[in-house]
């Protein structure tokens, strides 16, 4: 079975300060990995995915993530938090096989001026 | 269209009453996917559309749900006799490609509210 944990619902820095969202996934085969972001009342955008390639991965607005099967984890980070950053994030998983993509809680991030 | 468009963004309905939400997916989008995300939960996931194949129902939580998806194209969820928790934005996605490494292009949801 396929499933993502976010620890932290919420998460708060400062401008300037570097985001770190966390997601553990749980998976019995090697997984797909992907970070969405919401912004108020819009629907989710992709932000960055992995396929099996390079485990590190680069997406839009700075942010990258890195895969480490080793901690089963796809933690996102960005160095210099922006208040344009402050949205609803959501990890998400799914297999080379399979076409359900699960999620995780989401975790909604604030920035303070 | 320009993106994934769904209607009526927001529904304020009486238990027991049917409703019916709309998803029209981008042009020539094959995969369709309905979510519900209830607040300080995940997105669940409801059902999968693939061109003609059959649809992936599992995540469907009850017989009061079903979905259809016309010509390939739009797609129609209905709950019937709606209860309070149905409550919840259901999320429609589509994908130009079936399996892991397509995108899931989001509309911004349809606002259920069953009092």
């Known amino acids: 079975a396929q499933s993502v944990t976010q620890l932290g619902s919420h998460v708060s820095v400062s401008e300037g300060a570097l985001v770190l969202l966390r997601c553990n996934y749980s998976s019995s085969v090697p997984p797909y990995l992907f970070w969405y972001v919401q912004y108020p009342n819009q629907g989710l955008q992709l932000l960055l995915k992995?396929?099996?390639?390079?485990?590190l991965v680069k997406g839009i607005n700075g942010f990258e993530a890195e895969f480490k099967k080793s901690e089963t984890s796809f933690h996102l980070t960005k160095p210099s938090a922006h208040m344009s950053d402050a949205a609803e994030y959501f990890c998400?998983?799914?297999?080379?096989?399979?076409?359900?993509?699960?999620f995780g809680t989401g975790t909604s991030l604030t920035v303070i001026p | 269209g320009a993106g994934v468009s769904q209607s009526p963004s927001n529904k304020v309905t009486e238990k027991g009453k049917d409703v019916e939400l709309r998803c029209d997916p981008i042009?020539?989008?094959?995969?369709l996917y309905w979510y519900r995300q209830s607040l300080g939960q995940g997105l669940e996931f409801l059902i999968y559309?693939?061109?003609?194949?059959?649809?992936?129902k599992s995540g469907l939580p009850s017989d009061r749900f079903s979905a259809e998806r016309t010509g390939g194209s739009v797609s129609t969820l209905t709950i019937q006799r709606t209860q309070q928790e149905d409550s919840a934005v259901y999320l429609c996605a589509s994908s130009s490609r079936s399996g892991p490494t397509g995108e899931l292009f989001f509309g911004e949801g349809s606002r259920l509210t069953v009092l």
């Open positions: 998400a998983v799914t297999r080379n096989t399979g076409n359900q993509f699960y």
């Open positions: 559309f693939q061109g003609n194949s059959a649809p992936d």
């Open positions: 992995y396929t099996s390639a390079a485990t």
């Open positions: 042009s020539g989008h094959t995969a």
